[in-house]
């Protein structure tokens, strides 16, 4: 099935979501237009059974031509014979528009949230994010299929009904149009009550779900301190709340389900034998099937009018989700590579001039007057104090965010003249917490790479130090790793994360606290694999273990986002500066 290929963000921009929805189903118009025909035809039989049962009442009482009788009875079956096809023909329409709509939407939203910078994604949870994607176009969709299905039933048998009424007993038409809404409003006003009485219920269900969750987290608390009666009687209490509530909603229930059902047949009732009244004195043009047409549609009418009146939260909970949806496609904050320069070549020389960065625009600034040169090759790395500025610089490299003021020049151009997109194919990242997605160890270090062969996979798993323990597992490169890699160690996710980067052959390496979580012979395992992943390349390394980097070209010791000492590990200790009191802070 083709998805649709531009975003959709444009439409968003301060659309009531109503036009948002006529923009979704914009390509789809045919197919409702069929959609809406089909639902005509195999809906008719419900305002078609009472006009064919007052004519065959009235052939039965006024002893018309027998034939008419089986000329009604015709009709009848027909319409009903193409309920079928109707039926089928309407769902794969439009429930097959709605489905299109909803799977756009949910591209849309997944494309957007990649065109979205990281400070956007910094700022709002994954969470949520994720409940846009599943949740809140779940809702459009039941939205969109409740209200065509509910609404074009209620709104088909109003109009056929009233049509029928209009020709058949004009005069009876006024009373329809005043007694079926104050009936179905009387009704509806009945339920409100009603559902006010659910709501309060749900939350004691709540309440109680809350209260079973502490229990089962408190499980070892409670064991070790012999505390179990304590525990179930804390949840008894609350289960004799629901029970008590439960009986109190189902007297309630009966209590409202009773008087709705009364209103609404005594009502009707009086509509019949009112109706009967005027058609046996004759008061108006009225036959003895009319008087029963007319009972029949009252009831049907009425019953349509409430269903359209409790459509409103429906059709409300689906547009404020297309609201939802619109905050992550109308957002500002994009990352813009459109029409610029593509990198086609990184040699690794980086040079930040006078480089200052502020997250918020008038808050402090995270790195102030940021200068620094690295050649191609050289291997940097950043230490200082939490909130120093480290992950800053990091960020400002790799493109995430940008200077607020000053520039960074990479091979000797602007990098804000460049498509940040083209840069990154010659960059690689090795994160402290190494993302795996839950697919096998081929398909987490061959990562966009379909075509990679497995004696290239095999290479960077060998030189990752990872090969080893690949091979020990039972369906060794087909091995599934589990959700983020759960079904492997950290040393173990560390080196996968590793052979990802490798097998990239990257111009510059990033490599952010990548062994501070691994314990001694894990980070030697690592550390040995990130030695053979620097060579010949631009590389920032941050890390809290100053032992890390001993090693690196150079050493930047931040504080307080500026600069505070640049060299060599061993000048930098004979200088007795900011870095000699990390290294002293760290040995004692």
């Known amino acids: 099935m083709a998805l649709p ?70 009709v009848l079956l027909i319409v009903l014979m193409l309920n079928y ?58 939205s969109a299929q409740q209200s065509a299905d509910t609404g074009l039933a209620a709104l088909i048998t109003l109009t056929g009904g009233l049509a029928v009424i209009a020709f058949r007993v004009p005069t009876a038409l006024p009373a329809f149009i005043v007694i079926v809404p104050a009936a179905a409003w009387l009704i509806r006003r009945l339920r409100t009550r009603l559902r006010s009485k659910n709501e309060q219920y749900r939350r004691q269900v709540e309440q109680l779900s809350t209260r079973v969750g502490e229990m089962t987290s408190l499980i070892p608390v409670t064991r070790a301190h012999g505390l179990e009666r304590t525990a179930i009687g804390r949840v008894e209490r609350s289960l004799s709340q629901v029970l008590r509530a439960g009986i109190r909603l189902d007297l309630l229930n009966g209590h409202f389900g009773a008087l709705a059902w009364i209103l609404l047949n005594a009502i009707g009732i009086g509509f019949l034998a009112g109706a009967a009244l005027i058609s046996y004195y004759a008061w108006l043009p009225i036959t003895a099937g009319d008087v029963v047409m007319l009972s029949t549609f009252f009831t049907t009418l009425t019953g349509s009018m409430t269903m359209l009146m409790g459509l409103a939260p429906i059709i409300t909970k689906g547009l404020e989700s297309v609201r939802s949806a619109g905050e992550v496609l109308q957002a500002p904050d994009l990352e813009e590579n459109t029409g610029k320069a593509q990198v086609d070549e990184v040699k690794g020389g980086l040079r930040f001039e006078g480089v200052t960065h502020r997250y918020d625009g008038d808050g402090p600034a995270a790195v102030v007057d940021f200068d620094l040169s690295v050649p191609p090759g050289e291997t940097v790395a950043l230490v200082g104090a939490s909130g120093a500025g480290k992950s800053t610089v990091l960020n400002l490299l790799i493109g995430f965010i940008r200077p ?25 990242v090795v994160p402290q917490e190494s993302v795996l997605f839950e697919g096998t160890i081929r398909e987490n270090v061959g990562y966009g790479m379909p075509d990679v062969d497995t004696a290239t996979v095999r290479a960077a798993l060998r030189d990752a130090n990872a090969l080893e323990f690949v091979e020990r597992l039972p369906e ?108 002293a802070g760290q040995i004692t």
């Not at 957007?112 to 994010?129: D, K, N, P, T």
């Not at 080196?495 to 510059?508: E, F, G, Q, V």
């Open 404 to 428: 607020s003021s000053g520039r960074i020049l990479l091979d000797g151009a602007d990098m804000s003249t460049l498509d940040l997109r083209s840069y990154r194919r010659f960059l690689s």
């Open 85 to 142: 096809p109707t039926h089928l023909l309407y769902v794969r329409c439009m429930h097959g528009s709605v489905r299109r709509v909803g799977t756009g939407l949910r591209s849309a939203l997944c494309r957007r949230m990649q065109e979205l910078s990281i400070g956007y994604h910094s700022r709002v949870s994954a969470s949520a994010l994720q409940t846009k994607v599943i949740r809140d176009v779940e809702n459009i969709e039941v």
């Open 476 to 583: 060794g490169l087909e091995t599934i790793v589990g959700e983020r890699g759960a079904r492997l160690s950290g040393g173990q996710r560390q080196r996968i994360a590793i052979a990802r980067a490798l097998i990239r052959d990257p111009r510059i390496l990033v490599l952010d606290e990548a062994t501070s979580a691994l314990d001694t012979r894990s980070e030697a395992l690592v550390q040995e694999a990130m030695d053979r992943l620097m060579r010949g390349r631009t590389v920032f390394v941050v890390a809290h273990r100053l032992s890390t980097v001993r090693n690196a070209d150079r050493i930047v010791v931040m504080e307080h986002g500026r600069i505070s000492e640049v060299g060599p590990h061993a000048e930098l200790l004979r200088r007795g500066g900011a870095y000699s009191r990390l290294q």
């Open 5 to 74: 290929q531009g975003p959709l963000e444009h439409r968003y921009r301060g659309e009531h979501p109503v036009r948002t929805l006529a923009y979704l189903f914009r390509d789809d118009r045919l197919r409702l237009l069929v959609a809406f025909l089909a639902f005509v035809v195999k809906h008719s039989p419900v305002w078609l059974l009472p006009l064919v049962t007052a004519n065959i009442i009235d052939i039965v009482v006024e002893h018309r031509p027998i034939d008419q009788l089986g000329g009604n009875t015709l």
